[in-house]
Nanobody, 123 residues
Framework: QVQLVESGGGLVQAGGSLRLSCAAS????????MSWYRQAPGKERELVATITRDGGSTNYADFVTGRFTISRDNAKNAVYLQMNSLKPEDTAVYYCNADPIITALMPRFRGSWGQGTQVTVSS
């Protein structure tokens, strides 16, 4: 089945940087657009960024545009999120999965959220 393992989170000061990684298995990785999501305490999960199957196009939420960069390496079945100029409001658990349309449609993705990786930004 689909497995998604996030890593790279940590505790950083405002203005700092982190690079998150997601290792994927159990599906043909290059066939799917991939996304990063985040969920802060007491809030709903929200979409952060999406990248197309070949990495040729990206899309970002307004609140991270200009600060975060999503990328992928299909040879390694991996997707990354480079986070710069971090703000306290970026504090959340960060998850990777297929893009929102696929995640909503296909049970094997909908039911395969990983444990995520905690990002905490202090001031």
């Amino acid at each position: 089945q689909v497995q998604l393992v996030e890593s790279g989170g940590g505790l950083v000061q405002a203005g700092g940087s982190l690079r998150l990684s997601c290792a994927a298995s159990g599906f043909t990785f290059s066939n799917y657009a991939m996304s990063w999501y985040r969920q802060a305490p007491g809030k709903e999960r929200e979409l952060v960024a999406t990248i197309t199957r070949d990495g040729g196009s990206t899309n970002y939420a307004d609140f991270v545009t200009g600060r975060f960069t999503i990328s992928r390496d299909n040879a390694k079945n991996a997707v990354y999120l480079q986070m710069n100029s971090l703000k306290p409001e970026d504090t959340a658990v960060y998850y990777c999965n297929a893009d929102p349309i696929i995640t909503a449609l296909m049970p094997r993705f909908r039911g395969s959220w990983g444990q995520g990786t905690q990002v905490t930004v202090s001031s």
